[in-house]
T-cell receptor, first 115, second 115 residues
Framework: AQSVAQPEDQVNVAEGNPLTVKCTYS??????LFWYVQYPNRGLQFLLKYITGDNLVKGSYGFEAEFNKSQTSFHLKKPSALVSDSALYFC?????????????FGAGTRLFVKA | GAGVSQTPSNKVTEKGKYVELRCDPISGHTALYWYRQSLGQGPEFLIY????????DSGLPNDRFFAVRPEGSVSTLKIQRTERGDSAVYLCASRAQRSPLDEQFFGPGTRLTVL
């Protein structure tokens, strides 16, 4: 069965500092991994996706994520946080080798960036 | 262009009543997903359509829930004999058939409250 864990309910970081939002996953076979962001009063928006290839994936708004197969992790990172990055972040996974498209989301991590 | 739209934005009903929630995907998107998001949780997969057919309905919690997409565009999620535990935000997402990023575009959701 597929699952996603986001161990932190909330991450606090000062503006200008690097940020990391953690995600670990469990899936049979090779994973497709995603990060989505949800701003207040707005729908979920796609940030980035890992399929295969380079372990470091670059996405929207300066975000990137690092895929680590041995640790089954896909942590979201940004070198310098902005106050406007404050939002709810979701990690998601789906199996790539079954032909199915069922996507499993984590519970979310709320990011607060303080000026 | 227009994004994914969902109607109504809010629905209040009484326990035991029947409700229909509508999703208008992005034009041309063949894939359509329904999710349920409870407070403090990530989106929970309900069902996935490819065209008119439900390719994966394994997330529907029980037989009170049903979804259709008769012409491969608009979809309706139907809930019979609603229960208080059905209260949540119901999200719809669509995806292009050949999207290289496998990106799902989410609607704003329908907030369902069962009294």
């Amino acid at each position: 069965a597929q699952s996603v864990a986001q161990p932190e309910d909330q991450v606090n970081v000062a503006e200008g500092n690097p940020l990391t939002v953690k995600c670990t996953y469990s899936v049979s076979g090779n994973p497709y991994l995603f990060w989505y962001v949800q701003y207040p009063n707005r729908g979920l928006q796609f940030l980035l996706k890992y399929i295969t290839g380079d372990n470091l994936v670059k996405g929207s708004y300066g975000f990137e994520a690092e895929f680590n197969k041995s640790q089954t992790s896909f942590h979201l990172k940004k070198p310098s946080a902005l106050v406007s990055d404050s939002a709810l972040y979701f990690c998601a996974v789906r199996a790539s080798n079954t032909g199915g498209f069922k996507t499993i989301f984590g519970a979310g991590t709320r990011l607060f960036v303080k000026a | 262009g227009a994004g994914v739209s969902q109607t109504p934005s809010n629905k209040v009903t009484e326990k035991g009543k029947y409700v229909e929630l509508r999703c208008d995907p992005i034009s041309g998107h063949t894939a359509l997903y329904w999710y349920r998001q409870s407070l403090g949780q990530g989106p929970e997969f309900l069902i996935y359509f490819q065209g008119t057919g439900a390719a994966d309905d394994s997330g529907l919690p029980n037989d009170r829930f049903f979804a259709v997409r008769p012409e491969g565009s608009v979809s309706t999620l139907k809930i019979q004999r609603t229960e208080r535990g059905d209260s949540a935000v119901y999200l719809c997402a669509s995806r292009a058939q050949r999207s290289p990023l496998d990106e799902q575009f989410f609607g704003p959701g329908t907030r369902l409250t069962v009294l």
